[in-house]
């Protein structure tokens, strides 16, 4: 998602918590750097509100890439799906809300993907992964995940570093959390995935 548009035409107007004030739009998103003279930023779109955010940290980029291996060997080089890493994923238009999925899974019924004009994915995933940050609550992720689930993906997963446990959220079902050395429950689009939740982070 790498730009270095001019965005002098873009009115921005920074609030606190990293929101700016003005309702955005995918392309808008889209015209945004990534590369600022204080250090890189990262943007999502909730709403037509633009939230900025600080680069990942050293774990959570680690979990992150451990989980899209696993998604990648067990899902994708069997022939199962494609996988994807810190992907933006158009969840709704008008006002548009485009997430940074750090993980996501499509499944071979949802192929071929969708491109939106903007470049980013416009086929809703089956699974949806989502590292928790250090800014980041449960509650603010437990409501991103109800997004995610609104919009069609199947199954979320809430991967928290302190405790060490995955929740997992699906449509009609109370969230489940597993840790230690327990196996993560296969999603729909791989259901011969094995796991434990001790692989993810180690």
């Given amino acids: 998602m790498m730009s ?9 107007a920074t609030s606190s918590f990293g929101i700016v004030d003005r309702v955005f739009t995918a392309a808008d998103l889209a015209a ?17 509100k633009l939230a900025i955010m600080s680069p990942p940290g050293e774990s959570h980029g680690y979990v992150q890439s451990n989980i899209g ?16 890493t810190e992907t933006g994923i158009v969840i709704s238009r008008n006002p548009d809300t485009v997430y940074s999925a750090d ?21 809703i ?11 980041n609550s449960i509650a603010e992720l437990s409501r991103k995940a109800r997004t995610y689930l609104a919009a069609g993906v199947l199954t979320v997963w809430i991967v928290d570093e302190t405790s060490r446990t995955i929740t997992i959220e699906e449509p009609d079902a109370a969230p489940k959390v597993v840790g230690g050395d327990e196996p993560i429950p296969p999603p729909a689009a791989i ?7 001790a692989r993810v982070f180690d």
């Fill in 4 to 12: 270095t548009a001019d965005t002098t035409s873009l009115p921005i």
């Fill in 32 to 48: 945004l750097p990534e590369d600022l003279p204080s250090g890189r930023v990262y943007y999502e779109l909730e709403m037509g």
């Fill in 191 to 197: 259901p011969e995935l094995e796991l434990t939740v």
């Fill in 69 to 84: 291996f696993f998604l990648k060997l067990q899902g994708q080089h069997q022939g199962l799906g494609r996988a994807y």
């Fill in 125 to 135: 995933p089956e699974l949806v992964v989502e590292v928790r940050s250090k800014n």
């Fill in 103 to 123: 993980v996501a899974f499509i499944g071979n019924d949802r192929l071929p993907v969708r491109r939106s004009k903007e470049g980013y994915l416009e086929t």
